[in-house]
């Protein structure tokens, strides 16, 4: 009852607040991240390996879905599948896996060896079977143009269709289309990529955030009665 105004990170978390009887209203302010240098970007031409392939970011456990993603590149021989992370069910996982050398785990990454694998990847692949109040991993793989394939849950398809930078699946049947798509038509991959990098900018980069967030934050100050908050935030845009 202290609170003065409670934020979500999605209209889907702000949804599951309601239905889960939350009783106060949220305002909903997306995460967001700093933009990268784009000559950084455009001067990168150096390949994390020489055969295509997508990528999975995460931690291993079996809330993260790979599950069912794994066994798809039993019989998916055009391409790879680079797991980046580490986790309890990592040894679960690589028992999926078998000896197929198209699935490789490559552990803990970088940050910037990252940047490089997600810049690379035809798509990155977000399976989780679980609900999340955002994705972050769907905007961070965005901020270097890659597009995505999520598992339709929670707020993936909201992320995915406010940028028209991915492509959502429900099935192994379904994720091997989208592979399918963007892997077999480069153009139409080329134009998601440029969705996603502009999606990007357009609603989850610091420029288009904090402006949203000072507004919840002047609003509250004026709604509260706190002149010297809203004056200051008034001033300072």
Request: net charge negative; hydrophobic share 40%.
């Amino acid at each position: 009852q202290h609170v003065d105004t409670f934020i979500a990170m999605s209209e889907f978390s702000r949804k599951k607040h309601r239905e889960f009887g939350f009783p106060r209203d949220m305002e909903v302010v997306n995460y967001f991240l700093p933009d990268i240098e784009q000559d950084t970007v455009a001067g990168d031409n150096k390949l994390p390996q020489e055969r295509p392939y997508f990528l999975f970011v995460g931690r291993l456990e079996k809330i993260k879905g790979l599950d069912d993603v794994i066994p798809v590149f039993s019989n998916y021989d055009q391409a790879d599948l680079l797991i980046a992370g580490d986790g309890e069910y990592t040894g679960t996982l690589k028992t999926i896996a078998g000896d197929n050398p198209r699935v490789k785990f490559l552990g803990r990454i970088a940050p910037e060896e990252l940047d490089r694998l997600d810049r690379h990847a035809i798509a990155l692949i977000v399976p989780s079977v679980c609900y999340e109040t955002f994705g972050i991993i769907l905007i961070e793989s965005f901020r270097q143009g890659t597009p995505v394939i999520a598992r339709r849950i929670g707020p993936f398809p909201e992320i995915v269709a406010r940028s028209e930078g991915g492509l959502l699946f429900d099935s192994p049947e379904d994720l091997v289309d989208a592979m399918q798509q963007l892997q077999a038509d480069p153009a139409f991959r080329d134009r998601m990529a440029a969705k996603a990098r502009s999606g990007f900018l357009k609603n989850w980069s610091e420029d288009a955030v904090i402006p949203r967030l000072l507004e919840v934050v002047h609003n509250t100050a004026t709604r509260t009665g706190r002149t010297d908050i809203a004056g200051k935030i008034e001033a300072a845009v």
